[in-house]
């Protein structure tokens, strides 16, 4: 049973930094994009960033220039660094998955259980 568990999350001031980790684990063949999507109150989900197997990363457009994806392919773990936090990055951060488990060949989304942010101005 694939599992993804998140940490990281809390309360920081304005220009302040975070850091929220995933870690992914459970019968696992292959990772085929990692990454983050967040969701503030009242608002859709939208992404934050994500990394493909092949290496690229991609992030939202409101971030851009201020978090950090990282990703440890050995260790099935990608870690989020969110640097200069406002309080319009207060959301609760989801950690997502394209995994293939091992015995089969199809590739299934995965989710995390959320870790609240809260930016304080």
């Known amino acids: 049973q694939v599992q993804l568990v998140e940490s990281g999350g809390g309360l920081v001031q304005a220009g302040g930094s975070l850091r929220l980790s995933c870690a992914a684990s459970?019968?696992?063949?292959?990772?085929?994009?990692m990454g983050w999507y967040r969701q503030a109150p009242g608002k859709q989900r939208e992404l934050v960033a994500k990394?493909?197997?092949?290496?690229?990363?991609n992030y939202g457009d409101s971030v851009k220039g201020r978090f950090t994806l990282s990703r440890d392919n050995a260790k099935n773990t990608v870690n989020l660094q969110m640097n200069n936090l406002r309080p319009e990055d207060t959301a609760v951060y989801y950690c997502?998955?394209?995994?293939?488990?091992?015995?089969?060949?199809?590739?299934?989304?995965?989710w995390g259980q959320g870790t609240q942010v809260t930016v304080s101005s």
């Open positions: 997502y998955a394209f995994i293939r488990t091992i015995g089969t060949p199809a590739v299934n989304g995965y």
């Open positions: 459970g019968g696992i063949f292959r990772i085929y994009q």
């Open positions: 990394n493909t197997s092949g290496g690229s990363t």
